[in-house]
């Protein structure tokens, strides 16, 4: 890079620097822990056969969706929902510390019928548009529903035929409510009423919301991840992080002298980068993403490290000190790109085919990794120029 390029060059770096602290400020709001830091409700279950619902491969995948869909409903920050195997599915719920209710809610075929008085199925929840809770006159909870075009069509018919008489809704088999169909009901709209507690009212509605599991679903694995744990994890990631940093900063100045201070200056602005794109792009921080941001702040040192002894090789072989340090920076590209290139590949297989923790390393390694080349090869060779005339490597 030309010097007469140096002032828009660092005016860039500037508006970035000043981007970064302002996405990331105030730090601790704005940071989405993981279950093994926030603790939660960490759930495996596995589909199985049933006699009109056999597993296959679309049976769980439209399971894994419906899944989500009930997850979403519930409000949980950053979940995990995961297929491991061919039928099992990982469930991992940050800040849900009620097991059961998690349970009931995801593994809960819900599969809503109408039914007339020889039990034969009119109509089936595969045509609701929507469902919420609502009250009667009395206080009383009760679910509104409505269909959309098929359904409404279905339940006029329904109705239709089966006036003065009951209709049952029917809820994986088991009736919750018998009402008698006192006139045709064409506007794809209808109550469900029973002895609903508000909460039992609530869990329906967000079940009916979110569709019907294809296959009934086997709890293999429930437990509760304890939040104090995820504390302890995060004040003994952050103290790893601080100390890492501050060994690192006093190596550097010790061993490079003034080129020392240029990197430990790249290292902030690297840790500024990161923690923008972090917070940025929504990531959610794990255990080993802490460790997988320790392991980063290494490579960012190598690469200053790689492109100080490049600059020094240069120079002892009898080029000018300007010469040195354009040879330095061209050679190090090549090495640092090369080594850098694999590791990121290596973090993007962990993030595409990893779960939970494992993608969250994935998430700061690829990170890490793109901050390190950019702070090396964009904010050191600024420092660089700027303070060429001025400092030397310790030869």
């Known amino acids: 890079m030309r010097r007469r390029h140096l002032p828009w060059r660092l ?31 960490h759930i495996v279950m596995e589909a199985v056969d049933a006699p009109e619902a056999p597993v296959d491969d679309d049976a769980v995948r439209r399971a894994v969706e419906v899944i989500r869909n009930r997850v979403d409903q519930l409000g949980v920050s950053e979940p995990i929902i ?14 849900i510390t009620d097991p059961e209710r998690a349970v009931e809610i995801i593994g809960q075929t819900a599969l809503l019928e109408f ?19 609502q009250f009667d006159s009395f206080g009383r909870p009760s679910i509104a529903i409505n269909f959309d075009a098929e359904g409404a069509s279905l339940f006029a018919a329904a109705t239709t035929a089966n006036v003065g008489r009951p209709l049952g809704i029917y809820l994986d088999g088991e009736m919750i409510s018998n009402p008698v169909v006192q006139e045709p009901i064409t506007r794809g709209e209808a109550q469900i009423t029973g002895r609903f507690t508000l909460q039992e009212a609530q869990n329906l509605a967000l079940l009916l919301r979110a569709g019907a599991l294809p296959v009934p679903l086997e709890l293999m694995e429930n437990r509760t991840v304890d939040p104090t744990l995820g504390r302890d994890s995060v004040n003994a990631g952050v103290l790893a992080i601080v100390i890492g940093i501050i060994l690192v900063l006093v190596f550097m100045f010790i061993y490079y002298g003034s080129f ?27 255990l ?34 300007r010469a040195a340090i354009e040879a330095g920076f061209l050679k190090a590209f090549r090495t640092i790109v090369d ?49 060429s005339d001025r400092v030397r490597l310790k030869i």
């Open 11 to 41: 005016l860039v770096t500037l508006a970035l620097v000043v981007i970064a602290l302002v996405v990331i400020f105030p730090l601790g709001e704005k940071i989405n822990l993981g279950l093994d830091l926030m603790g939660g409700t």
């Open 82 to 95: 995961a297929r491991q195997g061919d039928r099992r599915i990982l469930v991992q719920l940050p800040g």
């Open 115 to 133: 039914k007339d008085e020889d039990e034969e199925t009119l109509l089936t929840g595969a045509h609701l548009r929507n469902a919420q809770v």
């Open 260 to 286: 020392g201070v240029i990197a430990n200056i790249a290292l902030v602005c690297y840790g500024l980068f990161f923690l923008a794109l972090f917070v940025g792009l929504g990531a959610t921080l794990t």
């Open 288 to 321: 080993p993403g802490i460790a997988g941001f320790i392991l980063t702040i290494g490579m960012a040192v190598d690469a200053n490290i790689l492109i100080f002894e490049r600059i020094k090789e240069e120079n002892r072989a009898g080029k000018t000190w």
């Open 339 to 387: 080594s850098n290139i694999t590791t990121l590949i290596a973090a993007v297989l962990l993030f595409s085919l990893g779960s939970g923790p494992i993608r969250g390393f994935g998430v700061t390694l690829s990170l890490g990794i793109l901050c390190s080349m950019f702070t090396g090869f964009w904010v050191t060779r600024i420092l660089i120029d700027i303070f």
